[in-house]
């Protein structure tokens, strides 16, 4: 029979590798730097249409290769209503590698979009 002591140090020992487990499943894609641009088209009363773009850049700080990276944007006007939600895709990225990304949202009230939300996953 194991010693009191010793079956402690054990579980212990578990969940250390438990936690750091899963700490190690992050994605690894961290975002970089990020900027909303909005612009409004002319055109006939049917058709006017208008673009929110965020541009930016994120990176693969992890020591092993990313795959299905996406960085997700959801676009807000002034009021915190929701207006569209838009995403761009790499299917690779090397550890360090810096993607440039650009997410654009082309719709009829893009041009209301004053805020956003944004974030990356990988696996």
Excluded at 3 to 30: E, F, H, M
Excluded at 37 to 49: C, E, M, W, Y
Excluded at 51 to 79: E, H, Q, W
């Amino acid at each position: 029979m194991l010693n009191k002591d010793y079956r402690r140090l054990i579980w212990v020992v578990i969940l250390l590798a438990v936690i750091s487990g899963g700490c190690s499943r992050s994605s690894g894609l961290q975002i970089v730097s990020h900027d909303l641009t909005v612009r409004q088209f002319t055109g006939d009363l049917n058709s006017i249409k208008s673009m929110a773009v965020v541009t930016g850049s994120a990176k693969n700080s992890s020591s092993a290769p990313l795959s299905d990276c996406n960085i997700n944007v959801r676009y807000f006007d002034a009021d915190k209503n929701l207006i569209g939600v838009s995403s761009a895709y790499k299917q690779f990225m090397e550890p360090g590698e810096v993607w440039s990304f650009t997410v654009q949202l082309t719709a009829p009230d893009a041009w209301k979009a004053r805020s956003y939300e944004i974030s990356g996953t990988s696996r």
